[in-house]
């Protein structure tokens, strides 16, 4: 069974910065894709940001210039680093991986809340 972890989510001021962490127990090239969703209180999870096995990040226009997905495959690991950070950035993080040979699965990680204060 896949385990997603997510970790480094917290409160910080509008402006500030944050980077989460998303650790895997199986290797990052076994997944098709990689990414992150976030979910606001009252809202839907929304997509945030995409990072394939192979092919193009790709960022959520309310994100895009402030957020970089990264992924360290020696440590099976996936980033987030969010820059410039507004108070609609608030909610709770998700990982997320896909692997779809054999039929689509989807992994989740228990999420990671972030707090942006004005």
């Known amino acids: 069974q896949v385990q997603l972890v997510e970790s480094g989510g917290g409160l910080v001021q509008a402006g500030g910065s944050l980077r989460l962490s998303c650790a895997a127990s199986?290797?990052?090239?076994?997944?098709?894709?990689m990414g992150w969703y976030r979910q606001a209180p009252g809202n839907q999870r929304e997509w945030v940001a995409t990072?394939?096995?192979?092919?193009?990040?790709n960022y959520a226009d309310s994100v895009k210039g402030r957020f970089a997905i990264s992924r360290d495959n020696a440590k099976n690991t996936v980033y987030l680093q969010m820059n410039s950070l507004k108070p609609e950035d608030t909610g709770v993080y998700y990982c997320?991986?896909?692997?779809?040979?054999?039929?689509?699965?989807?992994?989740w990680g228990q999420g990671t809340q972030v707090t942006v204060s004005s």
């Open positions: 199986a290797s990052v090239f076994s997944f098709d894709t």
């Open positions: 997320n991986a896909v692997r779809m040979v054999g039929g689509l699965r989807n992994y």
């Open positions: 990072i394939p096995s192979g092919g193009r990040i």
